[in-house]
Structure formats: C-alpha cells, structure tokens
C-alpha cells in the first residue's frame, strides 16, 4: 500500500511540473511579445504621424508656394490663352475677307445679273446659349464661348456666300437667256406717247378720296387707244384676259419672264396672246385701250421681281442715254388715267 501511495504521488507531482512549466513558458512568452508589439504600435504611429506632417507640409509649401508642376500647368495654360486670343485675330481677319466678298457679290457681281440681295431667313440670328452650356463652368469660359460664337458668325456668313455663288453660277449658265427675258424696253412705241405723259410709279400714294395709302404698281403710259403693246422680253403668257373688269385692270397680259421677272399690261383693248404662248421681246402682245377701272385711253405697265412690284423706269434707263433719262423723270407725275 506505502508503495501505491507513493507512485501516486510521484504521479501528481509530475503533473503538477508539468502544469508549471506549461504556465511558465506562457508567462515567458507574453514576457517576450509585450515589449514587441508595444514597439510595433509606436513604429505605425510615428509613420502615421510622419505621413501627415508631410500631407501638411506639402499643402502650406503648394499653397504660398509653386510646384514644378504647378509651373508646368500655368505655363500651358498660358499657352492656350495666348493660341486662343490668335485664333479669335485670324477669325476677324477672315470675317473681313468675307466681308469684302460679300460686298462685291452685292454691289457687283448680283447687279451684273440684275437680280436682289440674297437673304436667307435666320441666318442672322445667332444660336441660343444652350449650345455653349457644356463650355460655362470651365475657367476659361469667356475666351472659349467667345471664340466659339466669332466661328458660328464665320460659318453662317460663309454658308450665305456659298448659296449666293450658287444662284449667281446658275445665272451665269443662262446670261444670254437672261439678257433676252429681262424686261429691258418700252412697251409701247414713245412716240405715240401724249406729250411725253407718264403717270408715275408710286407705292405710297395717298387716295385724294379715300384719304388713305394706295399703291400704284406701275406706270400709266397715255396714249390712243389701240396703240400696238410690245412684250419687253422673252417670255410665256401665263395670264391673257379679254373680257371683263379684273378688279380693275381690265383686259390685261401678264407674261412669265424667268429668273424671277413678270411683266404686267393693263386697261387693253384687245388681247393678242393666250395662256402658255412663247413670246419674243418686241413682239406685239395687245392694243392700248380704256377698260377696267380707266378713265381714258392709256396702257398700265408692271414689271414685278419676285413677288414685288419694282419701278419700271428704271429699266427704260437701259436703252436711253443719261439726257433722255433726265428728261423722262423729269416729266413723271401723278397718274389721272385710273378712276379711284
């Protein structure tokens, strides 16, 4: 029994060495791993510290201070300023050229072909500041919208040009055509005028009964009645009425000359032509006579361009030297051939 109970002792004794030296080597561990996390800690936190001394350095040095990269980006947007204020001089220095060529188009190269200003609706009005919203929040937004706006003008002039070159090249094509159609003589022959007695064109006369504006399309040429009425250019007869009053025109001729021109014969005796004859200038149309709203023996003459009565004197001027002109105009006065 003595011997059991010591080989049980020896037994817990064991166990409780082991024990020990299991907690022992625990404490010994946590002895030695403290002090190298605690280490560990203070490294990250001089780091962390360090990375926003740093951050912050950096912010008050960029901030009072120029970067290289700083100087890099000021001088490239120099760059652009100055490339943008050439590309606005060189848009002005075409707009001017532009300018010319429009100038000489209005003044020369249209009044050769005898025909108006081209005018194309809206190509004046500038586009809506929508199509520069995507440009507002930049920086820069003045010199670009601007810039952008000087081109939009550019294109739109130029657009105007290249339509009107257009028309002006197909009217070139048919000069001699042209020349033919264009209502270029009288349409009656001057000597049988009455004492030179020409009512004049006047799209703001004033009724002296009515007391209010009424055009006078034409001009009132006297003379007897049934004095030959020439066509004064090539054309079609597109209108041809001899009878009836025709709010007041009467019997009357309209002819189709092309390129925008029609010619208007009124108050006629007789109707020579019908709708869709071919005529050739000078060729007699009609006789003068009293019909309509008239009050004598007289021929009312229209050359209208596109839509728009204009003044037929001033195409008489083509076959009249600068005395005869004179003398005509001169002897221009208020129609009393049309009754009111």
């Excluded at 740093?54 to 700083?70: D, H, I, Q, V």
């Amino acid at each position: 029994m003595e011997q059991k109970e010591e080989g049980f002792a020896t037994q817990r004794l064991a166990h409780e060495a082991q024990i020990l030296t299991h907690e022992a080597q625990i404490l010994t561990r946590e002895v030695v791993t403290a002090p190298f996390r605690l280490k560990t800690y203070r490294l990250i936190r001089k780091i962390l510290i360090g990375f926003i001394l740093a951050s912050l350095a950096n912010f008050l040095f960029s901030y009072f201070f120029y970067t290289p990269k700083m100087y890099r980006i000021l001088s490239d947007n120099r760059e652009l300023t100055i490339r943008y204020r050439i590309l606005q001089d060189r848009i002005r220095t075409a707009q001017r050229r532009v300018d010319e060529i429009r100038h000489r188009d209005n003044g020369v190269y249209r009044s050769l072909f005898a025909t108006d200003t081209l005018s194309v609706p809206g190509v004046w009005q500038p586009y809506p500041d929508a199509k520069y919203a995507s440009m507002a929040d930049d920086d820069y937004a003045p010199l670009m919208i601007g810039t952008w706006k000087q081109l939009d003008a550019l294109a739109r002039t130029i657009y105007l040009e290249s339509v009107s070159f257009d028309e002006l090249q197909l009217l070139s094509k048919n000069k001699e055509q042209m020349a033919t159609a264009v209502p270029a003589i009288w349409p009656i022959d001057r000597k049988a005028l009455h004492n030179n007695h020409i009512g004049a064109f006047n799209p703001r006369r004033f009724h002296p009964i009515l007391h209010r504006i009424v055009a006078h399309e034409g001009i009132d040429l006297g003379c007897d009645r049934g004095t030959p009425v020439y066509a004064t250019g090539d054309a079609t007869v597109e209108l041809a009425e001899g009878a009836g009053y025709n709010g007041g025109y009467g019997h009357q001729v309209l002819l189709n000359h092309e390129f925008g021109y029609k010619t208007r014969y009124a108050h006629l005796s007789d109707v020579l032509v019908k709708p869709g004859d071919k005529v050739k200038r000078g060729q007699i149309i009609a006789r003068t006579g009293n019909t309509g709203r008239s009050s004598g023996p007289h021929l009312h003459y229209e050359v209208i361009l596109k839509g728009t009565p204009v003044n037929p004197i001033n195409y008489f001027n083509r076959n009249m030297s600068a005395e005869e002109y004179e003398e005509l105009m001169e002897n221009l006065r208020e129609t009393n051939f049309e009754k009111y």
